[in-house]
């Protein structure tokens, strides 16, 4: 039998997804091309007669769910969501996350935080046992871009951590990359990040961070394709 291609895996995973989502629920739509995935079939369910009402994580998953027909609402008018079904680039054994890598982490934080369950759909190969083999994304304001990334790299050392910031940039390759808040992003390869926890608390605490890609305590459960199975796996206390 041939090996599934990448995209078989998230297309299983993101049709799988689907057997949280009931009648009623009010459901924040993730960003990147498996959450892409999950949105697409979604929009079939509602075709069929479904009715949920979405929240998107960030303006290209706006555009798809508007075009797909997928109602629509936002975080001021339903502040509570049932359940947010999104991507990530890396998970641990204890469900934390990088995200970020589309550049969506700051939405997607705040509509994960909004919501009762996250369902987070990959395939194996964003399983890791420690978190940082994937660049952390944090993004930052624009003003004091300088100093602000100093102060990042100060806190890295503080705990330590080594490894290359660059700051992210568009596909023109020559100008930085503006997320969907007018921010930056500083992508910092750390190699591995031993205590995620730490690092968390020390980002939030600098000045001119408006978020960072570490989702902790946030996802309650994994589904993970592999050429062979799916997996569905709970966070043990959710
Ligand atoms: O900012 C982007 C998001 O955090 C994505 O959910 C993450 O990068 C995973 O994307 P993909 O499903 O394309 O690997």
New binding site residues.
Partial sequence: MPEATQDEL?SRVAVRALDFVQEGMRLGL???????LFVAHLAERVRGGLNVVGVP??EATRAQAEAAGIPLTTLDDTPELDLVV????EFDPELRLI???????LR?KIVAAASRRMVV??DVS?RVEVLGRFPL?VEVNRFGLGATTRQVEAAFQRLGLAGAVSLRLDKTLSDPFVTDGGHHILDCRLGAIPEPERLAEALVNIPGVVEH?LFIGLATTVIMADASQTYVIGRQNS
């Fill in positions: 998230k993730g960003t990147g091309t498996t959450a892409k994580t960030s999104d991507g990530a680039d995200k970020g890598g589309g550049g969506a982490l997607e759909i990959t964003k994304p890609g």
